[in-house]
């Protein structure tokens, strides 16, 4: 008789369910501000996504955090990357939104990287990345699938804030996809 809980136990694990999504139904999309708050979020997999969890490393751990850095380029453009996290017990999510030629408010489509003379690439383009289940990458593979709105750009504060839309499509197979919305950002850059 001992044993029985044991066992009712284990004939009711096959019915856990598992949260691969690592959105959470019940958090709240940040306000879109245009202040510099640094906050980021969007609707994927039928809830909010956030940065959330700790990342460690040899100097300690730290609250996952959105980071941005921009660099100008030689026209004068600002190439902007914004990126953060999602960590758990079980969960790995990474997002990266770039943009290659930031001069001002306004909307930028994503398209193809297009090599550039001197090797590099060109791209604006959202990525959406879940280690969890072996690393399934989703990126804006499509021209046009995926916006990014700047709707405040500051160069003296270095505050950028902005909105993002679109379809993402798995980098390994063809045919899946993942919808995001309702993004936006509101950051601090190189700081």
């Known amino acids: 008789m001992k044993i029985l809980p044991y066992l009712v136990l284990l004939a009711a694990l096959p019915f856990q369910s598992c949260k691969k ?3 959470d139904p019940k958090a709240e999309l940040p306000a879109a501000t245009t202040t510099g708050a640094e906050t980021l979020g969007f609707r994927v997999f039928g809830g909010v996504w956030v940065p959330a969890g700790r990342v460690c490393g040899i100097y300690g751990c730290a609250d996952n955090q959105v980071e ?3 660099y100008r380029n030689p026209d004068g453009t600002l190439n902007l990357q914004i990126s953060a996290y999602r960590t758990g017990t079980r ?5 990266v939104l770039t943009v290659d030629s930031l001069g001002g408010p306004g909307v930028y489509p994503a398209r193809l990287a297009v090599p550039k003379s001197n090797g590099g690439h060109v791209n604006n383009q959202l990525s959406f990345t879940d280690n969890e289940f072996g690393g399934v990458a989703y990126q804006s593979l499509l021209n046009g ?3 990014i709105t700047i709707t405040k750009i500051d160069t003296v504060q270095s505050i950028v804030s902005g909105t993002f839309e679109g379809r993402l499509d798995e980098t390994t197979n063809a045919g899946r996809t993942i919808e995001l919305t309702d993004g936006r950002f509101d950051v601090l850059y190189n700081r």
Do not use: E, P, V
């Open 68 to 70: 941005a850095s921009a």
């Open 145 to 147: 699938a995926t916006t």
């Open 21 to 23: 999504s690592g959105a």
């Open 91 to 95: 969960l790995n999510q990474a997002f």
